[in-house]
């Protein structure tokens, strides 16, 4: 049991919602726990799979969203991510209207180098998500993409230590938070292990910050998105937020 606690956790994302709950199931979550946000996982080729949601879904959640506005952050992977970056707008002229649910934006790069285009990867954004946070998954290959982007082509960034993967592995080490940024923590976190996890972050962040859980939310056999699991995570991360 924690003695004392550093309240530095601002949102607790919960990352994965697909087909296997209903969109309106959020709902009562987000009511309870007002500093969730729930992380949808976005892929031209794997929609509807497991943890990506179909098209048919993303349309139900935004009928949802429009009645309650409870935070959403879209998780871009695979084509639509490596367009992005070379300044092709594909998944926006796709999806439309629905990326006005998402309050931010995470692109996941899964530890392949990506090609980049500077100045065309800035201007789409500044088109498209002008006032939308950025969260770029530091995972150990895409660095010089975030810092690029942040210091000198003005865009609102903001770092994910993610080492991971999607595979649910902590990390000997947490990274040390930057000075004077917010940043998110992923990798490995569960509802059993949050507790031990965080005492162990919150030596290396003063926060603000926030946390990201996919995996180990989810079923044995990885087909559902574990809304018990999810509440018990944000039961045990609820101590630390401010």
Same mark, same amino acid.
């Given at each position: 049991?924690?003695?004392?606690?550093?309240?530095?956790?601002?949102?607790?994302?919960?990352?994965?919602?697909?087909?296997?709950?209903?969109?309106?199931?959020?709902?009562?979550?987000?009511?309870?726990?007002?500093?969730?946000?729930?992380?949808?996982?976005?892929?031209?080729?794997?929609?509807?799979?497991?943890?990506?949601?179909?098209?048919?879904?993303?349309?139900?959640?935004?009928?949802?969203?429009?009645?309650?506005?409870?935070?959403?952050?879209?998780?871009?992977?695979?084509?639509?991510?490596?367009? =992005?970056?070379?300044?092709?707008?594909?998944?926006?002229?796709?999806?439309?209207?629905?990326?006005?649910?998402?309050?931010?934006?995470?692109?996941?790069?899964?530890?392949?180098?990506?090609?980049?285009?500077?100045?065309?990867?800035?201007?789409?954004?500044?088109?498209?998500?002008?006032?939308?946070?950025?969260?770029?998954?530091?995972?150990?290959?895409?660095?010089?993409?975030?810092?690029?982007?942040?210091?000198?082509?003005?865009?609102?960034?903001?770092?994910?230590?993610?080492?991971?993967?999607?595979?649910?592995?902590?990390?000997?080490?947490?990274?040390?938070?930057?000075?004077?940024?917010?940043?998110?923590?992923?990798?490995?976190?569960?509802?059993?292990?949050?507790?031990?996890?965080?005492?162990?972050?919150?030596?290396?962040?003063?926060?603000?910050?926030?946390?990201?859980?996919?995996?180990?939310?989810?079923?044995?056999?990885?087909?559902?998105?574990?809304?018990?699991?999810?509440?018990?995570? =944000?039961?045990?991360?609820?101590?630390?937020?401010?």
């Amino acid at each position: 049991m924690v003695e004392e606690t550093k309240k530095i956790v601002r949102v607790v994302t919960v990352t994965g919602a697909d087909d296997s709950v209903r969109p309106e199931e959020l709902i009562s979550i987000a009511r309870e726990y007002p500093f969730v946000e729930f992380g949808i996982l976005l892929s031209k080729t794997q929609q509807g799979g497991k943890r990506f949601p179909s098209k048919d879904w993303l349309e139900e959640l935004y009928i949802v969203w429009r009645q309650e506005r409870f935070a959403l952050s879209g998780h871009l992977c695979g084509a639509w991510v490596r367009n =992005l970056c070379l300044g092709m707008p594909t998944f926006f002229d796709e999806f439309g209207y629905m990326s006005k649910m998402f309050g931010r934006f995470q692109l996941n790069f899964h530890a392949e180098n990506h090609r980049v285009n500077d100045r065309k990867f800035a201007a789409l954004i500044k088109q498209y998500l002008p006032s939308t946070p950025i969260i770029f998954q530091l995972d150990g290959a895409n660095e010089k993409i975030f810092f690029a982007m942040s210091k000198s082509l003005g865009i609102r960034t903001f770092p994910l230590f993610d080492q991971s993967g999607g595979i649910g592995l902590l990390p000997k080490e947490w990274p040390y938070q930057f000075p004077n940024k917010y940043c998110g923590y992923a990798g490995g976190l569960s509802p059993d292990n949050l507790q031990r996890e965080m005492e162990r972050i919150s030596k290396v962040a003063s926060g603000p910050i926030w946390i990201d859980a996919e995996t180990l939310l989810r079923s044995q056999d990885d087909k559902v998105f574990d809304l018990e699991k999810v509440r018990r995570f =944000l039961e045990a991360a609820k101590p630390w937020v401010k």
